[in-house]
């Protein structure tokens, strides 16, 4: 039996005002220092390029692959470097030969850039976008693993999919739904965009086609940058930018490697963000996070808020879906309190990271008591 030690809160590492209860990992989140540090020290790289050896900078491009790689189960030749989640997915689209009468899965709401490539690929080849709506009960994986067998269906080429519902943290159990979906022969491709850096993710067990992840969001890293597992049998399609960098001698996933790759300051930024993240664990940040999420379900239960049950949210998002949808303005009054929560399709959806601590629920817990109950 493996013991998970606590992690403490990292709130220290970041530069947070103590009044400020910032809620919202899911949106964005700030930089811990060393992270800020990397970026500056980059900065300073390019204000005066003569001193530094162009050299280095390439090794940088192997630090955050390898980096990328470690929390994902993977190795860095599977790894290529991207601009965006959807740069990864219309790669990822590129790649994938198009079914002719076949159709494209994925669940209802699905965040854009995990949908317009699909949507293309299904209006140019005759293909249909298979949308499953959201469940009463909320259990996605039952209603996916329902599709991907609907009897008379066409045949299902690509499932497009995500580990959680990004508006609500609703959880999606790939690793049950993976094995279904390779018996039909599709293509498996994820989104992994709210789960890395929160959440366990493993490509070994999953075996998906292909994998994308951004680095500003749960890793702790800068915009402009994310990472695409491409699996051995996919490293054959046209990069979207073709460039030196992904030409031959370039091995593996290298092929899909963006153009200016090897920027100075966004590089070292993520590649510190990841190696934290895997310095303090997954285990132990998600039993962080479950405990913090936790509470705030208890809170919002005792003042009659419809929390869903354990095991119908992720330990990192919880999404307080009201009856009547989210008063106008909640945000923003809770915002005026230094409560940082999003609304996203009409869910508040409350995303909690390393720094946060249990005088952060308590703060939320009483701004939404103020904002929705008048208490
Ligand atoms: C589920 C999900 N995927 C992807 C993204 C980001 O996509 P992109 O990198 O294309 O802007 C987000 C951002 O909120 C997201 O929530």
């Not at 190795?75 to 997915?89: E, L, P, R």
């Not at 030969?97 to 949507?119: H, K, N, T």
């Not at 994820?190 to 075996?207: E, F, H, K, N, W």
């Not at 808020?305 to 999404?319: D, K, M, N, Q």
């Amino acid at each position: 039996m493996s013991l998970i030690v606590p992690l403490p809160s990292q709130r220290a590492l970041f530069e947070l005002p103590d009044h400020v209860s910032y809620l919202d990992a899911a949106a964005w989140t700030p930089v811990p220092r060393p992270v800020r540090e990397a970026g500056e020290a980059g900065l300073l790289i390019k204000r005066q390029p003569w001193a530094h050896p162009r050299e280095d900078v390439p090794t940088q491009a192997e630090r955050a692959r390898r980096a990328a790689a470690a929390l994902i189960g993977a190795a860095a030749d599977d790894i290529a470097i991207v601009g965006s989640v959807s740069h990864a997915i219309a790669t990822a689209a590129g790649a994938i030969a198009p079914l002719p009468g076949g159709r494209i899965l994925r669940v209802a709401d699905e965040f854009p850039s995990q949908c317009f490539a699909w949507d293309r690929m299904a209006a140019r080849h005759g293909m249909s976008v298979d949308i499953v709506p959201r469940p009463a009960d909320g259990d996605w994986t039952a209603a996916l693993h329902e599709a991907i067998a609907r009897p008379g269906a066409p045949p299902l080429a690509v499932a497009a999919l995500t580990p959680l519902h990004w508006s609500d943290g609703a959880p999606i159990d790939l690793d049950a739904l993976a094995p279904a979906i390779r018996a039909t022969g599709a293509a498996l491709v994820v989104d992994a965009t709210q789960a890395v850096g929160a959440a366990p993710v493993d490509v070994g067990r999953l075996q998906p086609d292909f994998l994308a992840f951004p680095t500003y969001k749960w890793v702790l890293g800068p915009y402009s940058l994310a990472f695409l597992y491409a699996a051995p049998h996919r490293r054959d399609g046209p990069p979207l930018e073709e460039n030196s960098g992904n030409r031959p001698p370039a091995s593996g996933a290298r092929r899909y490697d963006r153009g200016e790759c090897n920027d100075p300051v966004g590089l070292p930024m993520a590649a510190a963000g990841m190696e934290l993240i895997a310095a303090w664990g997954l285990p132990a940040i998600a039993a962080r996070l479950a405990a913090l999420t936790d509470r705030l379900a208890e809170g919002l239960a005792a003042m009659d808020l419809p929390v869903a049950p354990r095991a119908r949210r992720v330990p990192h998002i919880l999404g307080l879906r009201l009856p009547g949808g989210l008063p106008p303005g909640a945000i923003d009054r809770l915002r005026a309190r230094d409560v940082f929560v999003s609304d996203r399709l009409g869910v508040l959806r409350i995303s909690p990271h390393v720094w946060t601590d249990e005088r952060d629920v308590d703060a939320c817990l009483a701004g939404i008591r103020a904002v929705l109950r008048g208490g």
